[in-house]
């Protein structure tokens, strides 16, 4: 089994609280072994306010999370296991997978998550 990348559908405004939000649940459940990292894509802008540069970020993809799932084939189809689905599709403020069917998410390629 390998750990492939999900894009999980977050409300816009709410990324990184569903990341921590996964990330507490996955400890409590104990389910580390099963999960990698959890990754809301940003990038560094510099911006002119009030005549002063100010650093912040800005969310390439926003209202998604990136998570890396333990997954196992299934009939030559990349597959997450329901405790795995069910962690993620019950955590406040996620609206579901991006890809695949609702039941049956599909993983993004590794060249696309990079």
């Not at 990184?16 to 560094?44: C, N, Y």
């Amino acid at each position: 089994m390998t750990k492939r990348w999900y894009v999980v559908h977050a409300y816009s405004g709410f990324e990184k609280s569903v990341q921590r939000a996964l990330a507490e649940r996955i400890r409590r459940a104990g389910m580390e072994e099963k999960f990698g990292q959890l990754l809301v894509p940003v990038e560094e802008v510099v911006e002119m306010k009030s005549g002063q540069k100010r650093k912040s970020e800005r969310k390439f993809f926003p209202g998604y999370v990136l998570v890396q799932i333990e997954t196992h084939e299934d009939a030559g189809i990349p597959r997450i296991d329901d405790d795995s689905w069910h962690l993620i599709k019950e955590t406040p403020k996620v609206m579901g997978f991006i890809g695949g069917t609702a039941e049956r998410p599909l993983p993004i390629k590794d060249s696309e998550a990079d």
